[in-house]
C-alpha cells in the first residue's frame, strides 16, 4: 500500500503504528506521467513486521519530483527492508522522478534482511541532499552483519551504523558486508528537509 501518491500531504506521524505488507511515498511517475510531492513529514512512527518501511518509490521513465521529506524518529521491529529510496522501479527507461531534500533521522530497531538500507538512483538524474543521521539499526538475527547498498546519489551520514558508500561512479563499490560502529561521518551538520506547517494528517492507529 503506498502511503503517498501524488497528493498534498505535510505529516504522517504522532505514535502512528503501521503493520504489513507496505507503505511508502509513492508510487510516483507510473506509465511517464508527471508527479509532484513534497514536504511530507514521517515521525514517531513503529514499523512491526513490514516489507518495508522509510521507502520512496519513482517508476522508471516517470517525470516530476519528490522533495523535502522527513523520516523521523522511528522505530523498526523486524522490518525486511528498514530504509529503501527506488527511483528506478521497475526498469531503466531515459526519464526519471527527481528525488532531492530527504532526511532520515533517529532511526532505531531490527531489520530482517541483511541489505538494511538501499539508495538505488538514477544514473543520469541521480538522487540529491539525501541525510541519514543517528540510524542504529542491528540485525533481527543475533550475529548477522547488515550492508548497504547506493549508487548515483549524493549521501551524507553522520552516526549511522551500517557503513554507506555512495557516489555517481558508475564503478559503484559493492555492499559492505562488515558491521561498523557508530561514527561521525562529516565534518559539518547538514541540515534537516524542512517543510512549512502541516496541514494533513492520518489518522492514528
Known amino acids: 500500500m503506498d502511503l503517498v501518491s501524488s497528493m498534498p500531504m505535510e505529516k504522517v506521524g504522532g505514535l502512528l503504528s503501521i503493520s504489513p505488507p507496505d507503505q511508502c511515498v509513492g508510487s510516483l511517475g507510473r506509465g511517464g506521467i508527471?508527479?509532484?510531492v513534497q514536504n511530507v513529514n514521517v515521525r514517531h512512527c513503529v514499523f512491526t513486521?513490514?516489507?518495508?518501511?522509510?521507502?520512496?518509490?519513482?517508476?522508471s521513465g516517470g517525470r516530476g519530483f519528490a522533495r523535502n521529506?522527513?523520516?523521523e524518529d522511528i522505530t523498526l521491529i523486524n522490518s525486511r527492508f528498514p530504509i529503501i529510496?527506488?527511483?528506478q522501479y521497475s526498469g531503466n527507461k531515459a526519464n526519471a522522478v527527481k528525488v532531492s531534500d530527504v532526511?532520515?533521522?533517529s532511526f532505531r530497531g531490527t531489520s530482517a534482511d541483511a541489505l538494511a538500507i538501499q539508495i538505488n538512483c538514477d544514473k543520469t538524474v541521480g538522487c540529491d541532499n539525501i541525510v541519514m543521521e543517528h540510524i542504529d539499526i542491528t540485525s533481527s538475527s543475533p550475529g548477522t552483519p547488515l550492508s548497504a547498498l547506493c549508487r548515483f546519489a549524493h549521501v551524507v551520514?553522520?552516526?549511522?551504523?551500517?557503513?554507506i558508500s555512495c557516489g555517481f561512479s558508475k564503478n559503484d563499490d559493492p555492499p559492505s558486508s562488515d558491521p561498523q560502529p557508530l561514527v561521525d561521518d562529516a565534518p559539518s551538520p547538514a541540515p534537516?528537509?524542512?517543510?512549512?506547517?502541516?496541514?494533513?494528517?492520518?489518522?492514528?492507529?
Open 157 to 163: 551520514t553522520r552516526f549511522v551504523s551500517i557503513k
Open 103 to 105: 532526511t532520515f533521522t
Open 34 to 36: 508527471l508527479d509532484k
Open 85 to 87: 529510496i527506488d527511483q
Open 192 to 205: 534537516l528537509a524542512h517543510s512549512p506547517t502541516p496541514f494533513f494528517s492520518f489518522p492514528l492507529l
Open 69 to 71: 521529506i522527513v523520516y
Open 49 to 59: 513486521g513490514t516489507l518495508c518501511a522509510a521507502r520512496i518509490k519513482t517508476w
